[in-house]
């Protein structure tokens, strides 16, 4: 990664964007449980504002697949490199600790896997089936890679027949070649259309404050739509470490419920825009929109 990123300055954190930390009895325990099932989270690797809070709520997004990414986007946390061959175990390892946690509504996702075959895509459904013959009422949700967009490796994630799958577009077009590693625009428009064509309710999330336009975001929500994507979420981009992407701009509320609005203008069911939204955080509330679809 570019070492000229740790001199370029950095903006100082606006109020709205200070967090209080939930340290509860509720976190211990998920805590307790993500270490026994020698699990990983987003929310750890990621770096995830939202942790205490979700953890003392006694919720969490599991990440599979490992804790290493065959791809390394300027903007993620999580670690890169050359993954472990996938573990046979894993599912029914989440599958506990769904039932464990007594979610009903479930949150999965992975690290992008170029090294598989099929991306991994036996292994995400795999553990759909497996947390659906444990906990058979959970609404399950994936967050799924592009998986180059190739119907082969989609209809597979898409038999296991989860809820809602979701790929995050993550920036506007003209950023994604500096902010994304491998990954192109199109080629996850290509993969939310596909899913979409399936009957598949999908959702998509982006990051603003990274030097887009107002114009630039409403495309990309306009691309989005066009791809059927129903479901839609907006964040700050906050920048992990020094050597990480500079955040350009910090998005005032009051913008991010103008793009809210222009969402829903646009026909999607359901958005989430506010600075602390992640494409997971409090994903259960999208559920009735889901039905409607």
């Given amino acids: 990664m570019p070492k000229f990123y740790d001199k370029v300055d950095v903006l100082k954190k606006p109020g709205w964007l200070?967090?209080?930390?939930?340290?509860?009895?509720?976190?211990?325990?998920?805590?307790?449980?993500?270490?026994?099932?020698?699990?990983?989270t987003i929310c750890s690797s990621g770096m995830c504002p939202n942790k205490a809070e979700c953890?003392?709520?006694?919720?969490?997004?599991?990440?599979?697949?490992?804790?290493?990414?065959?791809?390394?986007?300027?903007?993620c946390a999580t670690k890169t490199g050359h993954p472990l061959a996938p573990d046979a175990e894993e599912p029914r390892r989440v599958a506990e600790s769904v039932a464990l946690m007594k979610l009903r509504y479930v949150v999965v996702t992975s690290v992008t896997r170029d090294d598989l075959p099929d991306g991994g895509a036996a292994h995400w459904a795999q553990t759909v089936r497996a947390i659906?013959?444990?906990?058979?009422?959970?609404?399950?949700?994936?967050?799924?890679p592009d998986l180059d967009a190739q119907p082969a490796p989609l209809d597979v994630v898409v038999a296991s027949k989860p809820d809602i799958i979701g790929h995050n577009i993550e920036t506007v077009e003209r950023l994604t070649p500096v902010v994304?590693?491998?990954?192109?625009?199109?080629?996850?428009?290509?993969t939310l259309r596909y899913l979409s064509a399936q009957g598949v309710a999908t959702k998509s999330g982006l990051m603003v404050g990274l030097g887009e336009s107002d114009d630039e975001v409403l495309q990309t929500l306009h691309d989005l739509r066009d791809a059927g994507v129903g479901i839609v979420?907006?964040?700050?981009?906050?920048?992990?470490?020094?050597?990480?992407?500079?955040?350009?701009?910090?998005?005032?509320?009051?913008?991010?419920?103008?793009?809210r609005l222009?969402?829903?203008?646009?026909?999607?069911?359901?958005?989430?825009?506010?600075?602390?939204?992640?494409?997971?955080?409090?994903?259960?509330?999208?559920?009735?929109?889901?039905?409607?679809l």
């Fill in 18 to 40: 200070k967090i209080r930390l939930h340290r509860t009895p509720e976190y211990a325990e998920v805590q307790q449980i993500v270490d026994k099932h020698a699990l990983h």
């Fill in 55 to 75: 953890w003392s709520r006694r919720t969490a997004t599991f990440m599979i697949l490992g804790d290493i990414c065959t791809r390394g986007c300027r903007f």
């Fill in 132 to 144: 659906r013959t444990q906990n058979p009422d959970a609404v399950i949700e994936l967050l799924i």
């Fill in 180 to 190: 994304r590693s491998k990954a192109k625009y199109r080629t996850s428009l290509e």
């Fill in 233 to 259: 979420t907006l964040g700050q981009y906050l920048r992990p470490t020094l050597e990480h992407y500079p955040v350009a701009a910090y998005i005032t509320p009051e913008k991010f419920e103008w793009y």
């Fill in 262 to 292: 222009k969402a829903l203008e646009m026909g999607f069911s359901y958005c989430a825009s506010a600075p602390l939204v992640r494409s997971s955080y409090m994903a259960e509330e999208a559920l009735k929109s889901v039905k409607s």
